[in-house]
Structure formats: structure tokens, C-alpha cells
């Protein structure tokens, strides 16, 4: 099993920034895809930013220029930039990954979510 521990989320006014991290621990072979989601209330939950294990990376088009995902493969965290939030960036931010826990066996698991606000 993978844990996914968040952190980083708060308060912050229009105009600032946050950054997110989630570290991944547990019994696993290997992490693949990670990557951000994001839900409001009322709405479904959707991508904010995904990061392949080699650095690729795909963003969301409404958060395209304002983010910034990254990783540290050695610590198994990824990271997520945000700059510019605006109060539509207002959700809990849910971290995900694709690990292999078994040599046929991939998963996602998701952590348990941070809550982002942004004031007007």
C-alpha cells in the first residue's frame, strides 16, 4: 500500500502563492504518474497537473501559466507551484499516484486532501 501525506494548503489572498507538497510512503516497487486534483463544492473533482516519473508534465488549461509541478524521485514527493491564485483556484487539492505494488499490480491511490482558499 502507498500513504500520501499533503501539505501546504491554506488561506492566502488573490494575487499569492502556495505550494503544495505530498510525500509517498508505504510497500511499493515503484511510483509512475503523480500528480494534482482538485475539487470544489458542487463539482466534480478534475486535474490540476500530472508529472510522469521521467518529467513530463500536463497541465490543466485554466491553470496552465499560473502552476508548476515537479518531483524528487529519491523522496518520492511531488510538489505543486501555484502563483497568481485566484478565488476560482478555491478547492481541496487531492494528491495522486500510479505505484506499482506488485510486479503486475498498478494502483492510484490519493491522499486525503488539503483545503486551498483564496480570498477575494
Known amino acids: 500500500q502507498v500513504r500520501l501525506v499533503e501539505s501546504g494548503g491554506g488561506l492566502v489572498q488573490a494575487g499569492g502563492s502556495l505550494r503544495l507538497s505530498c510525500a509517498a510512503s508505504?510497500?511499493?516497487?515503484?511510483?509512475?504518474?503523480m500528480g494534482w486534483y482538485r475539487q470544489a463544492p458542487g463539482n466534480q473533482r478534475e486535474l490540476v497537473a500530472r508529472?510522469?516519473?521521467?518529467?513530463?508534465?500536463n497541465y490543466a488549461d485554466s491553470v496552465k501559466v499560473r502552476v508548476t509541478i515537479s518531483r524528487d524521485n529519491a523522496k518520492n514527493t511531488v510538489y505543486l507551484q501555484m502563483n497568481s491564485l485566484k478565488p476560482e483556484d478555491t478547492a481541496v487539492y487531492y494528491c495522486?499516484?500510479?505505484?506499482?505494488?506488485?510486479?503486475?499490480?498498478?494502483?492510484?491511490?490519493w491522499g486525503q486532501g488539503t483545503q486551498v482558499t483564496v480570498s477575494s
Open positions: 495522486a499516484a500510479d505505484a506499482k505494488i506488485a510486479v503486475n499490480t498498478l494502483d492510484r491511490f
Open positions: 508505504g510497500s511499493f516497487f515503484s511510483i509512475l504518474d
Open positions: 508529472i510522469t516519473n521521467d518529467g513530463r508534465t
